[in-house]
């Protein structure tokens, strides 16, 4: 990531003040089914002893030791997660009886924190994948500190792989899981946005067939190496505000469950044509080029 003026450090926390939680209101408000609620348990916790005298924001606490354990032991419960009940409930559903703690529609009150985004959305996925995104109780604690894990069922055996480790945002719900088909096989990505500076980071993994679990799947070029992450500054606004084509939002990767032929990118550059509340974003296309995409 290039290094950012101080100038426009300032303009970003001006920005970041103002953008919105992924917002909850796009998706029609669940209810508790009896599915769901007959399905729903807890997840277990991430537990492991703070090292003393540590700012939570010292990335040594992801190298220790005790965490490393402490992460095996939950991914061993989380492997514990086969129900067939709980892969057929519908996430959000899930989520609205955790929510309610019985079976129905969320109160008024539910409804309306639901849509202002107040709740945390922990659980995404289909019937096949879920992304889980559990606490980490030491680590970035005051900007939700997290790790996420990619649960894949197959033949009534569930494999779960660690997507993000000690992930953190400001801003609320920032997770995401998409998928693709790349010649038969299915592409994984998991999409990740912060406020400071206003930014997305998308990561991509595939299943391996050996083993069940989700391996990284590099498809970007970053100078000499291929990488399976990929970094944009955010827009802030609709691509047609800046003359841009509709598609041109950033890191528009997956389209109808498909790769994109191309996609944008975006960073702070002095020189960049496109320019936002004082600020200068340089637009960067990424082309397929049959095996992997291309920056030009």
Known sequence: MMRIPRLAWITLILLASSLPAVPQNKKPVPACTQLAFRALREFPKLEYECPEGVNDFDEKILKLPERQTALTQLMSGLEAFNSADWWQADTNELIACRIHGSV???SDEEKQQWRQGDYR?????NRQMRLVLLDDPCY???FAGSNGFLLYRKTGKVYVSQVLNGYYSRVDNSAGLGFATLNGEQI??????NSMPPSRVYYYFAIDPRTNKAVAK???KDGKKLTNQIYSDMLMEDPKFFGLPPNASELNIIVKGRLAPSF???EVSDTGRIEFQGQHLQRIVYHWNG????PR
């Open 218 to 220: 590099n498809i970007f």
């Open 264 to 266: 944008s990118a975006y």
């Open 104 to 106: 129905g529609q969320l």
């Open 140 to 142: 970035q604690t005051g």
């Open 188 to 193: 994984i990505e998991i999409s990740t946005a």
């Open 121 to 125: 959305l922990d659980l995404e996925g």
């Open 291 to 294: 095996r992997f995409y291309v």
